[in-house]
Nanobody, 124 residues
Framework: QVQLTESGGGLVQAGGSLRLSCGAS????????MGWFRQAPGKEREFVAA????????YYADFVKGRSTISRDNAKNTVYLQMIRLKPEDTAVYYC?????????????????WGQGTQVTVSS
């Protein structure tokens, strides 16, 4: 069982930035591709970004491309999501997830472990 814990969410004004972190338990973090998803109230959870095990390749949803950077530090068992120029529509609970077998999918079903989420609220 991989335990994932998100942090770094909060309340920011539109145009601001946040850096989300997700710490993973255990010593096998480098084996997993990692992803970030978000879910706004009343909406489906949607893909935000993913990164391969080595951190050399990343994928982004179109709505965050150019405004978000996913990265990982395997030595710290941590994946990050740096978000800039935040918009009110970015308001959501952001979740990190571990993909044990893939390269970082956009599909929620490909991820085996999920964190509890961290709230991001962007005011207009």
């Amino acid at each position: 069982q991989v335990q994932l814990t998100e942090s770094g969410g909060g309340l920011v004004q539109a145009g601001g930035s946040l850096r989300l972190s997700c710490g993973a338990s255990g010593s096998t973090f480098s084996r997993y591709a990692m992803g970030w998803f978000r879910q706004a109230p009343g909406k489906e959870r949607e893909f935000v970004a993913a990164i391969r095990r080595s951190g050399d390749t990343a994928y982004y949803a179109d709505f965050v491309k150019g405004r978000s950077t996913i990265s990982r530090d395997n030595a710290k068992n941590t994946v990050y999501l740096q978000m800039i120029r935040l918009k009110p529509e970015d308001t959501a609970v952001y979740y990190c997830a571990a993909d044990l077998y893939g390269a970082g999918s956009q599909r929620e079903s490909e991820y085996e472990f999920w964190g509890q989420g961290t709230q991001v609220t962007v005011s207009s």
